[in-house]
């Protein structure tokens, strides 16, 4: 169960950050892109999707439910405020015009998602002790079978344990492949915010810029009306 929650919160990450819904949310925004506002919709689904698929295992702890309703709840925002986006698009507003009025906090989002990795690592470490204590209790079985000499035993209890050891390796191994890939999905989401930022300070340059041309226009049309009048 638990391997099954990590391999799904992996995939959120994956529909909701750099390339996913955000993503193409906020392109969408910059550049009115419809590839980029059907993408963002699509992702938004299929993560709704993955939360239904995650709770479907069961055994949910209550940080689990109150982060999984959060994540939830900021997908059903993103989904929201793209299809606002698009309207304001229609009606001709500028990309800051349309970013100001459908801009989201992030921290929410990503706040659960950090709650509900740190309580699945919590989750796979309680599991890899059971483990651990099971290999104990092997080496323990295989002690009292030595001492009576039972060879057929002793085979089959050292298959056990080598069972069980292989098993609590393969846990080792995928929990530090999961925290591999969600630190590059981390840093993905780093890169992308700060992309973003960059890109803000650029269109407000832009405005700026455009404000600037206009007053100028305005200014010279102005000198040259009294020019003509006097």
């Known amino acids: 169960v638990v391997q099954g929650k990590q391999r799904h919160v992996m995939k959120i990450r994956a ?81 800051t015009e349309v970013d100001d009025q459908v801009r989201i906090d992030d921290a929410p989002y990503l706040a659960a998602m950090s709650a509900l990795s740190d309580e699945l690592e919590r989750l796979t470490a309680l599991k890899s002790a059971v483990v651990s204590q099971q290999v104990s209790n092997a080496t323990l079985l295989l002690s009292a079978i030595a001492t009576i000499g039972g060879l057929f035993f002793i085979a089959f209890g050292v298959s056990l344990k080598r069972g069980i050891e292989s098993t609590n390796q393969a846990l080792q191994v995928e929990n530090l492949e999961r925290r591999q890939v969600e630190e590059e999905l981390k840093q993905s989401e780093r890169t992308l915010q700060e992309a973003e930022s960059l890109r803000d300070h650029f269109v407000e340059m832009a405005f700026s810029a455009q404000e600037e041309e206009r007053r ?15």
Not at 64 to 93: F, H, N, P, T
Not at 216 to 230: K, N, P
């Open 216 to 230: 100028r226009i305005a200014r010279e049309l102005h000198d040259e009306a009294g020019q003509a009048l006097s």
């Open 15 to 95: 529909l909701m950050g750099y390339g996913g819904a955000i993503h193409n949310f906020k392109n969408y925004v910059l550049r009115g892109e419809t590839k980029n506002l059907d993408t963002s919709l699509v992702k938004a689904r299929q993560t709704i999707a993955t939360i239904d698929a995650y709770r479907s295992l069961g055994q949910l702890q209550e940080i689990e439910k109150s982060s999984l309703q959060r994540i939830r709840e900021m997908v059903v925002a993103y989904s929201d405020a793209a299809l606002r986006a698009r309207e304001l698009r229609v009606q001709g507003k500028s990309a």
